[in-house]
């Protein structure tokens, strides 16, 4: 079960980074050329998954979206992480006023809604990926702040953490070599968990209008598009439906199948 | 190196004191067996020297190490004399090491801290430490992960991360306690063989009188934080004053 779940989410997570790089090189058909003769044709040889409302080929616009589902997710976990695992360790390694502060910013910000947080944003620079990487990374930082406090005073109840300090480790040395080695694990899931929530956030603000512009290929944007002709073509909405269903579960299932598989106390029961 | 302990008090949050008013002396060179039951203080009494307990505990009173007061002295300079004048040797050799690092690495992390700039000599200094503590394969066990070494080599290990500076003081906090007895013995003759060769101070913390009778000639006894009896180990053997040296004596015959 353990393996299965590393696996499969292995494979539908690299099913995505494919169809991001594959979109760098190829696509089947231009993803933003408007081809008003093409519009709405079903499934076919030509257009596998059929076109849209544009006539744009949707397999063409699927993989390009692949590539933005993907730039969101690195580039708001790794904010939300550059920024929430220092905290966390921080709050972790000194406790006290230190930690309480830490954690009430934390509460804060996860009380507050990355939506309203991406509105605010957008309002205020426009809506643009930008914006939304900026929304969902701000708004996952508590998650990581969290996670690595966690784990940090977990670490910290450790006699190598007292043996390393014991040799004169500073306390900013042990956090980076002796910490942060530890936590990582911990670390890893919450990237992949936050992978999967910052692909659906990217694709709910771009349904919004409030991501990425309408002409760049998204898939959010795809859905919200999909909406005038929901009724004659159906299909039209599954395809990205499916797309982002795919990417949030294998990220789930690359979180859990990792933490399971980085568990020391379950791998050393192997 | 010598150590002057006095009025020595730990509080943690509101709860009565967890250590009241100890006070010891230790001569350059001279080693004091510190002995009491599990929850004495023993712990806290080791961790309030090294300047190592948690931020939230209250400590008063005097440390002093070759005249110089360590309490209330800020994380940088007590850095510079851990590991270099003073370190310890814990009571868990299965969870002292780091599991993520190899442990030569760790010896050599230690080394380096005192020694910056010393690249390859770290690496030797490693391979003769652990020459030192008793390992024939140097080579192999400092590439080794704490996990695939036993608990005995584990301690050797710790022994020779708290040797590696050549400290003149070094805690050892029930060092051979988690280890089985022809371990233990093994372990023991090793710390007393390194003291000796060091000149080191020590203070060889134990809840059985007889180990420390084995490393130490003189012993303090802990009970609910404050020091109840002290002399030569054979006084406390043969004419123990407090009932509670009398039981712990009585304990150790038994063991
Ligand atoms: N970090 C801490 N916070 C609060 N209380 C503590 C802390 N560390 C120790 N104590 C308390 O201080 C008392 C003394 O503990 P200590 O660890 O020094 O005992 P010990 O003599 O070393 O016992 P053992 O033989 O079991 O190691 C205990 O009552 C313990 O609950
Ligand atoms: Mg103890």
Request: net charge neutral; with cysteine; hydrophobic share 50%.
């Amino acid at each position: 079960m353990r393996r299965f779940q590393l696996w499969a989410g292995t494979a539908l997570v690299g099913l995505v980074v494919l169809a991001a790089l594959l979109s760098l090189v190829w696509t089947p058909y231009d993803p933003v050329q408007v081809v008003p003769a093409d519009r709405l044709l079903g499934p076919s040889l030509a257009h596998p998954l059929g076109t849209d409302g544009f006539g744009i080929d949707i397999l063409s616009r699927l993989l390009v979206g692949a590539r933005s589902a993907l730039l969101v997710g690195v580039v708001s976990v790794g904010l939300a992480a550059v920024v929430g695992v220092p905290l966390g360790v921080l709050a972790g390694m000194r406790g006290g006023w230190v930690s309480e502060l830490v954690m009430r910013i934390s509460d804060i910000v996860f009380a507050f809604p990355a939506l309203l947080l991406a509105i605010l944003l957008a309002a205020v620079y426009g809506g643009s990926t930008a914006t939304a990487m900026v929304a969902i990374g701000i708004s996952t930082i508590p998650a990581f702040a969290r996670t690595s406090r966690a784990g940090t005073l977990e670490v910290m109840a450790e006699d190598y953490v007292l043996a390393a300090r014991a040799s004169g480790t500073s306390a900013p040395t042990t956090a980076i070599r002796h910490v942060l080695p530890n936590i990582v694990q911990f670390i890893g899931v919450q990237a992949s968990v936050g992978f999967a929530t910052a692909v659906l956030a990217e694709a709910a603000l771009s349904y919004l209008g409030l991501g990425t512009p309408r002409a760049v290929p998204t898939w959010g944007g795809m859905l919200r598009d999909s909406q005038d002709t929901l009724f004659t073509a159906p299909l039209q909405a599954l395809w990205p439906g499916l797309a982002i269903a795919c990417a949030v579960l294998g990220f789930n299932l690359l979180g859990d199948g990792l933490r399971d598989a980085l568990d020391p106390r379950l791998r050393e029961a192997k | 190196m010598s150590l002057s302990v006095r009025d020595l008090s730990v509080a943690f949050g509101r709860r009565a004191p967890a250590v009241e008013s100890v006070g010891f002396e230790l001569a350059d060179g001279e080693r004091l067996g510190v002995i009491g039951e599990s929850g004495s203080g023993k712990s806290v009494t080791s961790l309030a020297l090294m300047g190592l307990l948690p931020e939230y505990a209250r400590v008063t009173g005097s440390v002093s190490l070759d005249g110089q007061e360590l309490l209330g002295l800020g994380d940088r300079e007590l850095s510079k004399l851990r590991g270099e004048k003073m370190s310890m040797v814990f009571q868990e050799p299965m969870t002292a090491l780091d599991p993520t690092m190899r442990v030569g690495r760790q010896i050599a992390e230690a080394y380096r801290l005192h020694h910056p700039r010393s690249g390859a000599a770290a690496r030797e200094q490693v391979e003769t430490v652990l020459d030192k503590v008793g390992f024939t394969d140097a080579r192999r066990v400092s590439l080794s992960y704490p996990h695939e070494l036993s608990g005995g080599q584990r301690q050797r290990v710790l022994l020779a991360m708290a040797v590696v500076n050549k400290p003149g003081l070094i805690i050892f906090d029930e060092p051979t306690t988690a280890l089985d007895v022809l371990v233990q013995a093994e372990v023991l003759q090793l710390i007393d063989a390194t003291l000796t060769a060091t000149g080191a101070s020590a203070l060889f913390i134990s809840h059985n009188i007889a180990v420390v009778s084995q490393v130490c000639t003189r012993a303090v006894v802990m009970r609910g934080g404050r020091i109840v009896e002290d002399g030569p180990i054979a006084e406390l053997f043969e004419h123990p004053k407090h009932p509670y040296t009398r039981a712990l004596v009585e304990a150790a015959a038994h063991e």
